[in-house]
């Protein structure tokens, strides 16, 4: 099913916002400072282009480490770049939700304006590894509570 919503998803416009994104980050990336920020647009793109079967998680849930200065960067982002996607996303799903044949994009849109909102620190997995990430989480903090 992933396979067919990602290929619709692909004709119907994902190409675009996917190559709109790749163009966002070869601008960030002109300077020095801004690539890091190009990086995570570019991260954003490979999720645009195929937003169906996968997720973001944080990079220290599948072992990265966690690098500093992520929190102030992540303020930049959503000044500069983050908080205007999410919006635009949030909008595109809401017109994606007017017809019933709509909202699985309208879904794929949220999810989307939800990742680009803040995506430093995150990375694309599929939504099995998500879910077995979360289930995890969920252990270990059932584990702490009980005192095991």
């Known amino acids: 099913m992933a396979f067919v919503g990602n290929l619709l998803w692909f004709i119907l ?14 601008l960030w990336c002109i300077t ?13 793109a490979m999720f645009g282009f195929f937003p169906f079967g996968k997720e973001l998680v944080n990079a220290e849930d599948v072992g990265e480490k966690r690098v500093a200065g992520t929190g102030i960067a992540a303020v930049l982002w959503i000044i500069f770049y983050g908080l205007w996607a999410a919006i635009a996303y949030g909008l ?3 017109c994606y939700f007017c017809t ?15 990742a680009s ?3 430093l620190g995150k990375r694309i997995v599929s939504t099995d590894m998500a879910q077995a990430i979360r289930a995890r989480k969920a ?5 702490a509570k009980l005192g095991k």
């Open 13 to 26: 416009g994902g190409w675009a916002m996917g190559l709109s994104m790749i163009l966002a980050g070869a």
């Open 32 to 44: 020095i400072i801004g690539i890091p920020f190009g990086v995570a647009t570019f991260r954003l």
């Open 92 to 94: 595109l799903g809401l």
């Open 100 to 114: 019933i044949v709509g909202i699985p994009f309208g879904i794929a849109s949220f999810k989307l304006a939800a």
């Open 117 to 119: 909102f803040n995506p």
């Open 139 to 143: 252990n270990a903090a059932l584990n």
